[in-house]
Each structure stands twice: as C-alpha cells, then as structure tokens.
C-alpha cells in the first residue's frame, strides 16, 4: 500500500510524462509537494521504486520511468496519452515498458526534421526540411499535424532534452503555462524553451540554471508548436 504523498508523487510523475514526454525535475517535485527539500523526494521515490511502481534508468538525466500505477490512479491513466521517449540503440525485442526501436516501431509515420532549434540561443527560424525520421503513431495520437526538430544546445537538459535529441513537436499556436514549446521570435529566431505568461508579456524559460529567463512583449513571439515526444540516439 502507499502513501498519500507516494501517489500524490506517482501521480505528478505521470501527468508531467503525459504533458511534456520527459519526468519532471526534483526541484519540481518537491515543489510540487510543498517539501522543504529533495532529500524528500529521494526518499520517496526510492519507497516507489522498491514497490515496482517506477524504474530509474542508468545514464540518462531524469532517469525515471513509471512501470505501473495504482488501482486509484489507473482509471485516470487508462483516458490518457504519455508519449514516449525512443532510444535509437534500445534492443531489437524489448520488454514490456523499455523503449522502443525506431527500426522495428510498427504503425510509424514519417515526420520532416526540419531542421535544428535552439536549446540555448535563439538560432534562425525553422523553414525547410532536411530529411525525414519515423515516428510511432502511439506518439503522435489522432489530432493535428506534426514535426520534428534535431535540438542544438543545453538549455532544456534539466528537462531530460539533451543535444543532439530530436524532439517531436505537434504544431499549434497556442501554448498553456509550463508547456515546452516552439517560438518564433521576431519571425526570425527560433528556440525550445518551457512558455509562460506573465501580464502583457510571455517569459520563455530554460531548464538550466547557467540561462537566464528571457521576458518579451506577446506581439513578439508566435508558438510554432508543442513538444509531445523526444526521439534519442546514442
């Protein structure tokens, strides 16, 4: 049995997954929590993980995965959507809940990488594509259209997006508190970054202490879409 604050725990991980593609960060969770530090979370995700509900993964930032949930939680599950993280070395015949392989992914779309965005400094806009790169449909679900975008930077790797990830991107142009987005600034640079509004003015905000938060007017910055899953090689 668990703890109210284990599910509460369980739960966030798993609504975070669905939302972003990647686990939340410590510091998010013990915020979230409202603990007075991580050593909290440590202690509780460890409970979760020796009672088979969540696996951390070697070598990996946010290494967390959730294996199961709770009867409680389950039917909230069962409604939703978690996208997923492809490893491009995973096995050929994986277990139950490892990553998949994008060559042997059944039911695949092919995606345009449209080029490379900036996780980091805004770089020129994205316009053309490059190539194109197989995506799971249980990835991308029913609605709208999507792309993907080779990430160039560390400004998100607290976030689980490293360097060199692709990122797949399900377009729209609108954005919630708290979604990683693309935003195009100025039509003329583009960057991944978590979007945020705050009056008059949208702050995007990096997942990486050493990049400040930049704060510009709305009329300034058009959302290109929203991260839905992350595709990594090794």
Known sequence: M?????IDLLNFIHQRVQRDGVPPSFDEMKEALNLRSKSGIHRLITA???RGFIRRLAHRARALEIVKLPEILSGQAAS?????VIEGDAPSAPHPGDAMPLETAAMARDLPVMGRIAAGVPIEAISNAERSIAVPDAMLGAQGDHYALEVRGDSMIDAG?????VVVIRETATADNGDIVVALLDDHEATLKRFFRRGGAIALEAANPAYETRLLPEDQVKIQGRLVGLIRTY
């Open 2 to 6: 668990l703890t109210r604050k284990q």
């Open 48 to 50: 979760l993980e020796e």
């Open 80 to 84: 939703g959507f978690t996208p997923e």
């Open 161 to 165: 997006i490293n360097d060199g990830d």
